[in-house]
């Protein structure tokens, strides 16, 4: 066997807003998705992985360098990637992979910022389109016709067809879908036409006892979702509680119809591994850059701290060498993906790079040292849809965040500082995060450890505590 067949190939498919809770392998209650979930029955399923920022470009930007966002220096959606720094791509191919990215870049266009480290790469430009997107292809404008999901499929099949064989690959297959807009292509323009979306246990939070950044997003199934969402008028005479329901089944089903088609295009690339004989020596990973609001709290969109926003798919496959049927309960970040896929290639992860490698975790021998604890931070202070600027830090029972409401000059986030708030929830007792018990005297000890924690966390990934800024 010579050196190259002893390395894996990487296929990392990875999707957009989709949230983990809309996958069947994750025990969805209002969809199956039986290509996603082939994967996670021939591998093993993380259980509980977090994005370090829940918004396309800066989780995108954390997935390739394996560092925060304060870091890599995309905070916000407006922050271009700098593609002179170290990313993970630049080095597989350094140390001799084909590299390729096909579908959703998102992460800024032009000499500083167009994918590096790629043999190859056609992206969509920032969100791209559902129907006959156009591409930007090594460089040059190209269009096709069709469906996205399908074009990427494509897109990315021939490139595998046509890649060098004497050379392992990183691929990376970015979907679009599911993101808003929500359109679907016509296969699926029907599915779930005559049944109801379960709506989710939290549908109708009130969000009492709560810091005031839950009542003041504006991302409420009820009032803020807008006809190029819904498509179509709602009928007349319905009463508010109606109303929302129509809303939430009409955003729901074309959210799930998009997961669906990005459910079989996922199966293509699968058959096409097994009838290339490419199986057993490519590892396949799935995941999306963040989680995802599917009526939970009577919302759609991400940002928030809480549980469905930040928890990320992560699902892979490598047989021989990841366990089939496994499920990972230990904390993996977005950070993580970097340092594993370069522990899995032979190559010496850089002491720069801020998450850790998952291969004693995939290969079913955790170390006893793994982390218990995670550091979150938003930076976009009311920009897009009123979410304030916060940080935070989840453990394996609490989550206490921090909204210190300040824009701090990022340019996609200029209003004005609101007064900070502390929420904590105990993720055991409410696992929903209905009840903010910060300010409970039983919890008054577990507040001082978690911000003693919070502060370590913070030196730790080199970020700087919020210091409220003089009048």
């Given amino acids: 066997m010579n050196r190259n067949q002893e390395r894996p190939n990487i296929l990392f498919i990875m999707s957009d807003d989709h949230a983990a809770h809309a996958m069947s392998c994750y025990g969805s209650l209002i969809n199956a998705t039986p290509n996603l979930d082939r994967i996670a029955n021939e591998g093993i399923r993380f259980d509980n ?26 905070r916000t959606l407006s922050d271009r990637f700098d593609g002179s720094q170290q990313t993970m791509p630049k080095l597989l191919q350094q140390y001799g992979y084909q590299t390729a990215i096909l579908g959703k870049w998102h992460l ?34 190209k269009r096709y016709s069709g469906y996205a999901t399908e074009i990427i499929t494509d897109l990315s099949i ?47 939070d009130d969000y009492a006892n709560r810091a005031q950044a839950a009542s003041a997003a504006l991302m409420r199934i009820d009032r803020d979702l807008n006809k190029t969402d819904l498509k179509v008028d709602p009928p007349e005479g319905l009463s508010e509680s109606e109303l929302k329901s129509w809303k939430y089944q009409r955003y729901i089903k074309d959210y799930l119809r998009c997961v669906a088609s990005v459910d079989d295009n996922v199966g293509r690339l699968l058959d096409y591994l097994e009838a290339s004989g490419l199986t057993e020596n490519t590892m396949v990973i799935y995941t999306s850059d963040q989680g995802f609001f599917l009526g939970d709290h009577g919302w759609y969109d991400k940002r928030f701290m809480y549980e469905e926003s930040i928890k990320m798919p992560f699902i892979v496959r490598y047989p021989g060498h990841i366990e089939a049927g496994a499920a990972a309960k230990q904390m993996a970040l977005n950070v993580d993906f970097a340092p594993t896929f370069l522990d899995y290639a032979g190559v010496e992860i850089p002491a720069d790079i801020q998450g850790r490698s998952l291969r004693p975790i995939l290969e079913g021998a955790p170390p006893s040292d793994w982390r218990t604890s995670m550091y979150y931070r938003y930076w976009m202070h009311v920009s897009n849809h009123h979410v304030y600027a916060h940080y935070g830090i989840r453990t394996e029972q609490y989550k206490l965040i921090y909204y210190y409401a300040d824009p701090l000059g990022t340019a996609a986030a200029l209003a004005e500082p609101i007064a900070p708030e502390w929420e904590l929830f105990d993720l055991r007792k409410d696992p929903n995060e209905l009840i903010n018990v910060y300010s409970d005297p039983d919890y008054e000890n577990v507040v001082t450890y978690l911000k003693q924690e919070l502060n370590r966390l913070q030196a730790e990934v080199k970020d700087e505590p919020y210091v409220v800024q003089p009048a």
């Fill in 158 to 204: 021939d490139w595998l067809e046509n890649r060098d064989r004497e050379k392992p690959f990183f691929l990376m297959c970015h979907h679009k879908a599911p993101h808003r807009p929500w359109i679907p292509d016509q296969k699926h323009a029907h599915l779930y036409e005559d049944v109801d979306i379960p709506e989710p246990a939290t549908f109708n």
């Fill in 108 to 141: 800024g266009h032009g000499a500083e910022s167009d994918p590096t480290g790629f043999d190859y790469w056609s992206v969509l430009p920032e969100q791209g389109d559902y129907i006959d997107p156009l591409f930007i292809e090594m460089g040059e404008n």
């Fill in 49 to 74: 992985c977090h994005c370090t920022n829940s918004i396309c470009s800066p989780s995108r930007a954390a997935i390739l360098t394996g560092t925060y966002n304060h870091i890599n220096g995309v």
